[in-house]
């Protein structure tokens, strides 16, 4: 008696064959998309239609329905414009004009008193023997307020608006400006100290000004350090170097007259401040609600 026996019973793959999710023009972007899938631990393949010239993105049937979702999701998240960041997450601050006011009130009574009075420049001026010999120790800050001329004066007026602006803006006038000016100080005597025995001279706000710039590299860095899993390397170093281009531009010279050295004390002095303050500040801000 003949006998009959059933057919095997048919795979998993032959039983669920692949379905389309998705079908783009370029490899790139199906493999692109693929890893959505993958990231859902689901399993997808890409098949290319020769005729059209176009890559299929298949998947299972039973999971499809929400893997196009996801993905209708992920395309709508690609499309949409990146929000402008506002003005205020990265300068929170009033810029402090008052401050500033101040300061140039204090630049521009400062320049009278020496036009009118020249033993103002020899009782004021940044020096390496009265500093470190005979113990007068107010030059390195009083200098920030003497100018050899009103070429000399209109440049750091300019530059120190603008910088101290910025440093205002981002961490507030009344925690900004004393840094300024206590950087600009160090930095007069850290080149003075380099300088000594020599009877090295120096007059302007300039060491405060790029104390200024200094201290805007240094939280810079601090900040992007503080995001540095979500940015490369390179970014998180990106202010600093902002900052020695800055610094190359505005504060080198071929004038012999001009305190190179003091730009870049200046500088460095703000920038390691800028730092310490900006790292500071993420320790002690409270941590995020869950």
């Known amino acids: 008696m003949p006998t009959t026996t059933e057919p095997p019973p048919e795979t998993e793959t032959e039983a669920s064959p692949w379905v389309e999710v998705a079908e783009f023009e370029s490899l790139d972007q199906a493999y692109d998309h693929g890893l959505v899938i993958l990231a859902m631990g689901e399993a997808c393949k890409v098949e290319q239609d020769a005729e059209r010239g176009t890559f299929a993105l298949q998947a299972e049937p039973q999971p499809a329905p929400k893997i196009e979702r996801e993905l209708a999701a992920y395309a709508e998240e690609l499309s949409a414009p990146a929000p402008a960041r506002p003005f205020a997450d990265w300068a929170p601050h009033d810029a402090g004009w008052p401050w500033i006011y101040t300061w140039i009130a204090a630049l521009l009574g400062s320049f009278y008193m020496q036009v009118h009075h020249p033993t103002w420049s020899d009782w004021g001026a940044s020096s390496a023997i009265p500093l470190f010999r005979d113990g007068e120790w107010w030059r390195p800050f009083t200098a920030l307020f003497l100018h050899a001329d009103l070429i000399h004066l209109g440049g750091n007026l300019l530059f120190g608006v ?129």
């Not at 090295?200 to 240094?218: D, K």
């Not at 281009?245 to 305190?259: F, Q």
């Open 162 to 290: 603008f910088f101290t602006y910025f440093v205002g803006r981002s961490m507030g006038a009344a925690r900004g400006w004393p840094l300024i000016i206590l950087c600009g100080a160090v930095g007069n005597a850290l080149t003075d100290w380099i300088h000594y025995p020599e009877a090295f001279v120096s007059i302007g706000a300039s060491t405060a000004v790029f104390a200024a710039l200094g201290l805007l590299s240094g939280s810079g860095v601090a900040e992007c350090w503080h995001k540095r899993p979500k940015l490369p390397l390179a970014r998180v170093f990106a202010p600093l170097l902002a900052g020695f281009v800055l610094l190359g531009m505005l504060g080198s010279s071929n004038d012999p007259r001009t305190d190179v050295l003091g730009h870049a004390c200046g500088f460095l002095v703000g920038t390691i401040a800028g730092t310490i303050r900006g790292f500071y500040q993420h320790a002690s801000a409270p941590a995020a609600a869950p």
